[in-house]
């Protein structure tokens, strides 16, 4: 599947959309991908995530487990796993630290596929490989759907991202005077309340 095949999932169930977004990491971009309306759609989904499995397979060969950050992961790392046939769990955040829960474990030295939906920063999925590494897993690759940095996002693990684009992000004091002009939406999970 290429950049483009991506896209056009994203583009045809309405999920590329252009604004004024804070995005989880709290940078401001004039693109968001949201994700939802794209998993909300069983097989666009399917085929995204079979793709992504691929894509693991090729990079890091087996693997035992998927372990996803929630909330937003959750989908695409049970439906990676499934093409990957290997069991999805999933770490949540705690005291703002992401664990383990619900009785999800992995054994020591397990071969672990972070999988992600969108990547930005990086930073959900670096706390998330932590806590994989923590319990004793060995992360082989911190894996999504769209790398948005244009690959300078650091996830802690080697990347395999089934999509690469370079969408400009900006902090709050900085954004261009465009962006600037345009009423902003928040749609991320990252600053709900609890």
Known sequence: MTNEDVLKEFREAGALREGHFILSSGLHSGVFLQKNLVFMHPDRCERLCRALAAAITAKVG???????????????????????????????????????RR????????????V?????????????????????????CA???VDRSGGRADSGAPMVALATLDVPAWPADALPPELAAI????????????
Do not use: N, Q, W
């Open 62 to 100: 087996p693997v035992d487990v998927c372990v996803s950050p929630a909330v937003g992961g959750i989908i695409p790392g049970y439906e990676t796993a499934r093409h990957l046939g290997v069991p999805s769990i999933y770490v949540e955040r705690e005291a703002g630290v992401f664990k383990f």
């Open 183 to 194: 009423p902003t939406e928040d749609p991320g999970s990252r600053r709900l309340g609890a």
């Open 143 to 145: 894996a999504c759907l």
């Open 116 to 140: 992600e939906d969108i990547v930005s920063t990086g930073l959900s999925s670096r706390e998330c490989v932590e806590a994989i590494r923590a319990a004793g897993g060995e992360v082989v």
């Open 103 to 114: 009785g999800f474990g992995i054994k020591p030295g397990a071969r672990v596929a972070m």
